[in-house]
């Protein structure tokens, strides 16, 4: 079975500045897809980035990357010029390619951008 | 833009009764997804819908959970009784055919407390 651990519960960064987000995953397989969502308060949780395994090139979006590395099975977000609306809760997930559809998400990083 | 709805947003229930969700998702849209969300973590899966089939239901709670999409379009998730452990915000996505990504987006959610 895989596993999602992000080791952040909270963090907290200023207006305008940069932020890491911390992701770890366990797997035995070798194509997957690794996702980033954004839940805010009261409202959907949305897709921010995704990573297929087989890319080396880490993904960008804006102002959301991520540092993919995969022999350490290891997924951070970045996030860079931090606005006020990136305050929620984070969370990564996991997708094997070509057995379902089933995601399996980490506990969740709390993020408070401070103006 | 198309979006996935739920309702009701909020229940507030007694355990030992009956609770149903309703879930409508986004139109064309053949996969649906329930997922249990607990307070301070991240979503889990309870079952899985391609069209009117359940194709995942390992993590269901067979004896108090069922699930149904009767038509291949919306969905009833249903707890009977109700117990105070059930207390979580459920949430339902769904992801199309024609995405290689099977991107799922979710729904508000139910956010259910059991007294």
């Known amino acids: 079975a895989q596993t999602v651990t992000q080791s952040q519960p909270e963090m907290s960064v200023q207006e305008a500045e940069t932020v890491t987000l911390s992701c770890t995953y366990d797997?035995?397989?070798?194509?997957?897809?690794l996702f980033w969502y954004k839940q805010p308060p009261s409202r959907q949780m949305i897709l921010v980035i995704r990573?297929?395994?087989?890319?080396?090139q880490n993904a960008t979006e804006n102002r959301f990357s991520v540092n993919f590395q995969k022999a350490a099975k290891s997924f951070s977000l970045k996030i860079s010029d931090s606005q006020l609306g990136d305050t929620a809760m984070y969370f990564c997930?996991?997708?094997?390619?070509?057995?379902?559809?089933?995601?399996?998400f980490g506990g969740g990083t709390r993020l408070m951008v401070k103006p | 833009e198309a979006e996935v709805a739920q309702s009701p947003r909020y229940k507030i229930t007694e355990k030992s009764q009956a609770v149903a969700f309703w879930c409508d998702p986004i139109s064309g849209h053949a996969t649906l997804y329930w997922y249990r969300q607990i307070l301070g973590q991240g979503p889990e899966l309870l079952v899985q819908f391609q069209d009117e089939s359940v194709v995942d239901d390992s993590q269901l709670p067979k004896d108090r959970f069922s699930a149904e999409r009767l038509k291949g379009v919306d969905s009833t998730l249903k707890i009977q009784p109700a117990e105070l452990g059930d207390s979580a915000m459920y949430l339902c996505?769904?992801?199309?055919?024609?995405?290689?990504?099977?991107?799922?987006?979710f729904g508000p959610g139910t956010r259910l407390t059991v007294l």
């Open positions: 997930a996991f997708k094997l390619h070509n057995a379902g559809n089933m995601l399996t």
């Open positions: 996505a769904s992801s199309g055919r024609e995405d290689p990504y099977n991107e799922q987006f």
């Open positions: 990573q297929e395994a087989y890319k080396q």
């Open positions: 797997t035995s397989e070798n194509n997957y897809y």
